[in-house]
C-alpha cells in the first residue's frame, strides 16, 4: 500500500544536540511538507519542497533545516538554534496537480 | 497573506445530535476546500473535501456547503457517534497549483455519550 512513514514515532534528546526526523513517502508525490504542532494548537508550517533539490521557508524556519535529495525523502533536521523544540512534527505529501495532502504519523520530539 | 480562520475552537454535542464547524477565508482565487481529522496522537486524515465548482458535498454522515461570494464554508457531521471525536482541521488552497494549503486553527468536537 502507498503511504508516508515517519520515523521514528518518538524521539528524545538533549538540549543542544541536532536530531533528524525521517519522512519517506511512495506515493510518487511530488511536494512534501513539514508542519510543527503544539498542544492544543494548529499545524504551523516549517519547509516545503515542490521538486527534488529546491525547497522554500515556510512561516517558522528559524532553527530548522532540510534537504530533498530524492523525490521519496524529505528529511527535517531540528538544529541546537531552534529554542523551543518539544513538539509534534507532522510530514506530509501530494501531488503539484491536486490539493490535497496525505499526513504521516508524525514524530513527538522531546528535548530535556 | 492569506489566512483561514475557524470557528469554533472548542464544541461539545450530545450522542445523536449534529454538529456544524465554520471557516472563512480571505484568498478570493481559493477553489479546493478540504477537510482533515486528527484524533488523538495521530496524523491528519482527510475526510471529505469540495471545489468552488460546487455548493455542497455529501458523504454519509457529513456534509460540506461552500458559499463563494461570502467566502465561507462549513461541515456537517449528523447522528453523531463517539468515534467523531477528534479535532477537525478546514483548509483552502488554489487548485491545480504550486500554491500550499492555508489550515485554519482546528476545533476540538467532544460527543457527550
Same mark, same amino acid.
Given at each position: 500500500d502507498g503511504g508516508i512513514t515517519q520515523s521514528p514515532k518518538y524521539l528524545f534528546r538533549k538540549e543542544g544536540q541536532n536530531v533528524t526526523l525521517s519522512c519517506e513517502q511512495n506515493l510518487n508525490h511530488d511536494a512534501m511538507y513539514w508542519y510543527r504542532q503544539?498542544?492544543?494548537?494548529?499545524?504551523?508550517?516549517?519547509?516545503?519542497?515542490?521538486?527534488?533539490?529546491?525547497?522554500?521557508?515556510?512561516?517558522?524556519?528559524?532553527?530548522?533545516?532540510?534537504?530533498?535529495?530524492?523525490k521519496e525523502s524529505f528529511?527535517?533536521?531540528?538544529?541546537?538554534?531552534?529554542?523551543?523544540?518539544t513538539a509534534f512534527y507532522l510530514c506530509a505529501s501530494s501531488t503539484l496537480e491536486t490539493g490535497g495532502y496525505t499526513f504521516g504519523s508524525g514524530t513527538r520530539l522531546t528535548v530535556v | 497573506g492569506e489566512n483561514v480562520e475557524q470557528h469554533p475552537s472548542t464544541l461539545?454535542?450530545?450522542?445523536? #445530535? @449534529? %454538529?456544524?464547524?465554520?471557516?472563512?477565508?480571505? #484568498? @478570493? %482565487?481559493?477553489?479546493?476546500?478540504?477537510?482533515?481529522?486528527?484524533?488523538?496522537?495521530?496524523?491528519?486524515?482527510?475526510?471529505?473535501?469540495?471545489r468552488s465548482n460546487v455548493g455542497e458535498k455529501k458523504d454519509q454522515r457529513i456534509a460540506v456547503t461552500l458559499n463563494k461570494t461570502a467566502k465561507h464554508f462549513s461541515l456537517h457531521i449528523?447522528?453523531?457517534?463517539?468515534?467523531?471525536?477528534?479535532?477537525?482541521?478546514?483548509?483552502?488552497?488554489?487548485?491545480?497549483?504550486?500554491?500550499?494549503?492555508?489550515?485554519g486553527s482546528g476545533t476540538r468536537l467532544s460527543i457527550r455519550p
Open positions: 503544539d498542544p492544543g494548537q494548529g499545524l504551523r508550517l516549517i519547509y516545503y519542497s515542490q521538486i527534488v533539490n529546491d525547497f522554500q521557508k515556510g512561516d517558522i524556519a528559524e532553527g530548522y533545516s532540510v534537504s530533498r535529495e530524492k528529511p527535517l533536521t531540528v538544529t541546537s538554534a531552534q529554542k523551543n523544540p | 461539545s454535542v450530545q450522542e445523536g #445530535d @449534529s %454538529a456544524v464547524i465554520k471557516c472563512t477565508y480571505s #484568498d @478570493s %482565487a481559493s477553489n479546493y476546500f478540504p477537510w482533515y481529522k486528527q484524533e488523538l496522537g495521530k496524523g491528519p486524515q482527510l475526510i471529505i473535501d469540495i449528523t447522528e453523531t457517534q463517539p468515534e467523531d471525536s477528534a479535532v477537525y482541521f478546514c483548509a483552502a488552497s488554489r487548485w491545480s497549483s504550486a500554491s500550499k494549503i492555508i489550515f
